[in-house]
């Protein structure tokens, strides 16, 4: 089995209505056959989509903890020595013109020969140009 780092952007349908037509088509799928894996900043990078969609008004009070519950309902695999090769991720993240928490995901998938999952246009490209085989949109 292949793994896949799975990055933050591809969750975001899944907590608010209004981006359902742009859900992952192979989130469930990659998620059931297992092999998924983020940096250890991935579940803080959730947690704030659903705090910025609640202060745009795109999430009700009432529907805020059930999508904090299901952060850690995912079976994704948490790297947690992300912050042990931070100068890594630096150079790479200054290198291809990324923030380093996308940078994160891409050193990630480069260490692990893994492919990437994401919705965010600068990642996939980097990943592209760095020879990632990248699942996006």
């Known amino acids: 089995m292949s793994e896949c780092v799975v990055d933050a ?3 975001g349908p899944l907590f608010f209505t209004d981006e ?3 859900l992952f088509g192979e989130l469930e ?3 059931a056959r297992g092999g998924c894996i983020a940096p250890q900043h991935w579940r803080l990078e959730l947690a704030n989509q659903i705090l910025i969609g609640f202060r745009r ?3 009700t009070e009432a529907m805020v903890s059930p999508a904090i519950a299901t952060l850690t309902s ?11 090769r931070h100068e890594e991720i630096f150079d790479l993240a200054r290198a291809q013109d990324l923030t380093i ?5 891409l050193e990630l998938a480069l260490l ?3 492919s990437l999952a994401s919705y965010d246009n600068a990642l996939c490209n980097a990943a592209q140009r760095m020879g990632v085989e990248v699942f996006s949109a």
């Open 20 to 22: 359902t037509d742009t």
């Open 112 to 114: 692990r020969k893994a």
């Open 101 to 105: 928490y996308d940078a994160a995901y």
């Open 74 to 84: 995912f079976d994704v695999t948490i790297d947690y020595q992300t912050w042990q």
């Open 57 to 59: 008004k795109r999430m």
């Open 9 to 11: 952007s591809i969750f």
């Open 29 to 31: 799928a990659l998620l």
